[in-house]
Each structure stands twice: as structure tokens, then as C-alpha cells.
């Protein structure tokens, strides 16, 4: 059977929910959320030092969506927008929990994990290398990604990325990544 | 040469470059999708300044936030003044950041280790 995306949406979609969205990411959206982000973290008197965390990871968070969606085939149109994606900000258990959501092509799978599993196995000094050499070696795309995002998060959180891939159909996964807040900072 | 002036935005910084007095400032958030547009004109104003710099120029960058996609078009600003700075004049750049903002401590720290020019980090007390 295959992966329902609604469902794993919706089990996001509780608890101290401060932003859940699906469906196209565009960049006007990334500015929506950013706002209304934002602005609930000043409601809640949130700390600036996590205010900032929490909005430089969504930022990237977002962007990394944006840069590396896959544009959906027709057939998938029914349940799904061309640029679908899930975003899902949340407070739980003393830390805010980015999560954001979307389709991979299978093929790209085991690259973009290996990637992950390699940030998640480095301290501190060795992201912050690794951080410098791709800024300083590795080019922008057209798009104006830069491959920094995840290594950024991971810097920022403190905190190890979580991810799943869940088999969609025989083309597509859906990748999850998680990156966790502490409160306390 | 003309001065570069550009209006701060929700995604990006104001920016004022006076090539007269050799200041140079970025201010506010840095978050485009795609900088690589945002930051042409500024690299460019740089290529031409270099060419006939003052004796001293001073970079005052002040962000909020910038996004990986314009750190590295941040570097490539630095890069220009790096080039002017091994053309021996002066160049300093301040790396202002908020109280308790040790990311962006760190982010300067980051591009001081790897551009050639004196920087200064200056903490915003409020």
C-alpha cells in the first residue's frame, strides 16, 4: 500500500500547532508564513535568541522545499498541487519542531540521505568546516540554491535532523525532515 | 561614481554604497530565494570601484538575517573587497550583531576566516 500523505498530515496537524500548511510552495507563501511565524513567536513573548533560530530555520526550511521540489505529473494533479508540499511548525515537548514535507524522486533518495546521515554524524567544528568549504567552493544554482541549507539547520538546531522516506508509488517517496528547537537556549 | 542606493524590502537589505565617502552599507534582512539577482548590481558597483577605491573604505554590514542563498553572494561581495584590499587600501569591515546573536557572531567569524581583510565584530546593545 502506499504512503497517505493526508493522514501523516494530519497527525502533524495537533497539538500546539503555530503554522500547518499544504499545497503549492511559492515564494509569496514563504513570506506569508514567515509573517504570521513571526509574528505568533513575538505573541507568545518567545526569547529573540529562539525567535531567531526558529525563523532562520524556517526560512531555510522553506527554501529547501522551494529549491528541490518536484514538479508533480498530471496524473497526481487530482490529489495533489504541481509544487506540493507540507510545512508544519509546531511547539512540542520543550522544543519547537519544524517539519516539512514532499515528494523525491527514488532515484534521488539515497544520495540526499547519505547527505543527511553524514550531518548527522558531525559535532559541532566539523558542520562548521564543512559549512565553510561549500561556501567557499561550491557554486550557486541557477535557481540560487547552494547546497547549505541542511548543513545550516543542523548548525543552527544544535540538534540532530530526524527524516523518513515512505514509498509513494513506484517513481516517488515522500521525504519528511524534522529539525527540532530547544526551548531553552 | 554614482552612489548605489536600494530600499530595504521584507527579503532584502537596504543598501547604500557611497563611493564619495568609501562607505559601504547592507543593512536589514537577506532572505531572497534567489540572491543572485538582488546582489549583480552591488557586486558589479564593487568591480568599478575598485578601480579607483579611497584610501580607506569601511563596510558597515548590519543584518537581522540572511539565508544560505545569500551567504555565498555575501562572500562574493567580500571576495571584490578582499581585491581592493590587496590593492593596498585600507578596508574594514564592521560585522555588527545583535546582543546575544551568537550565530551571527559566528557568521562573521565564518567570513573573517576566510577573506583577507581586517573585520571589526560589533555588538548592538539595546
Redesign the interface.
Known sequence: MSFDVNEYYSKLDGGDVLMAFKGDISSELISNVLEVVESRMEDNSENSKVRKKVYNVLVESLQNLYHHIEILPEEMHEEFDSKFGILVVSRVEGTYKISTGNFIKQEKVDVLKNKIDKINSMGKEELKDMYKFILNHQRLSDKGGGGLGLVDIARKTGNKLDYTFERFNEIYYFFNLDAYIDFAQ | MEALSIEGT??TPSVKFNGQEGVIEIKGRS??????EFYKPLVEWLEEYSSTPLDLTQVNVQLE?F???S???I?DVFKKLEAIHKGKNEVIINWYY?E????ML?AGE?YE??IRVPFKMIEIVE
Open positions: 521584507a527579503k532572505i531572497p530565494e534567489n540572491s543572485i538575517y539565508n544560505t542563498s551567504s555565498k553572494c562572500l545583535e546575544d546573536d551568537e550565530d559566528e565564518d576566516s576566510i
